[in-house]
């Protein structure tokens, strides 16, 4: 009875911009959305949620480790924020490739320090402009809640990572929290075994889960971060 009224409020909160629109017109609505002042507001709202300060603590050895990794993807690269950090973190010669449907996050995130090192472009996580097994690392942060089936995305995911390669996953979970996120950016929250479920039948197992803090994970806060690899 402690959860279910929460879970009722989230449901109550949760945006409907998906349910409501067909997904090309959520599509163009999402990228207008995140080219014009709410997407330039992510630089400010990163920092008030800590997911700007705290990501660092995601790309280190211990966590999501990417050294020897030659061929890295930041899918749905948004203003760069998880970009600086494989740039940080990665061998010298490894090559990062990042991609977004929005042209105006992509200009964000080529004005970031050091964003020169990484390539980027503007691509649909739907229908990815790259080859089978291209890449042996990626991230994917804060991206699937604006696919009205995830499996899209994942799958595409699973195609262009090689076996064996690793990828850290992050999205909106299905709390109160994540609800009120919900309706800021017009997106979905996920369950986190459901989710588990969906990676397995697109062939990426479940290999461990992150959280930004202690405190994030006693108090479910964060959203679902988890490091999963492609299987053979």
């Known amino acids: 009875m402690k959860t279910a009224a929460p879970r ?12 409501k629109r067909s997904f090309d017109d959520y599509r163009q ?18 920092w008030l949620t800590g997911h700007e300060p705290l990501a660092a603590r995601l ?9 020897g990794r030659k061929q890295i993807l930041d899918a749905g690269c948004g203003n760069g924020r998880h970009t600086q950090h494989l740039i940080k973190e990665a061998d010298v010669d490894a090559v990062i490739t990042a991609f977004d449907y929005s042209q105006g996050m992509l200009n964000r995130a080529r004005k970031r320090p050091g964003a020169l090192r990484a390539n980027h472009v503007a691509a649909d996580i739907t229908r990815l402009p790259y080859a089978d097994r291209s890449f ?3 991230v994917c942060g804060w991206v699937l809640e604006h696919l009205p089936d995830e499996r899209a995305g994942l799958a595409e995911l699973a195609r262009v990572l090689q076996p064996g390669a690793k990828m850290l996953l992050m999205v909106t979970e299905d709390t109160l929290l994540g609800a009120v996120c919900s309706r800021l950016w017009h997106c979905r929250t996920y369950n986190r075994a459901k989710l588990r ?24 806060l964060g959203g679902i971060i988890v490091e999963l690899v492609r299987e053979d």
Do not use: M, N
């Open 8 to 19: 009722k409020l989230g449901r109550v909160l949760e945006s409907k911009e998906p349910l």
């Open 29 to 46: 609505f999402v990228q207008q959305h995140y080219d014009g002042l709410p997407g330039a507001l992510t630089a400010i709202t990163g």
């Open 59 to 67: 790309f280190r050895p211990g966590a999501f480790d990417i050294r």
């Open 136 to 138: 042996d690392a990626a």
């Open 197 to 220: 479920r969906t990676c397995a039948i697109c062939g990426l197992g479940w290999y461990r889960e992150f959280w930004f803090s202690r405190p994030h994970a006693w108090l479910r």
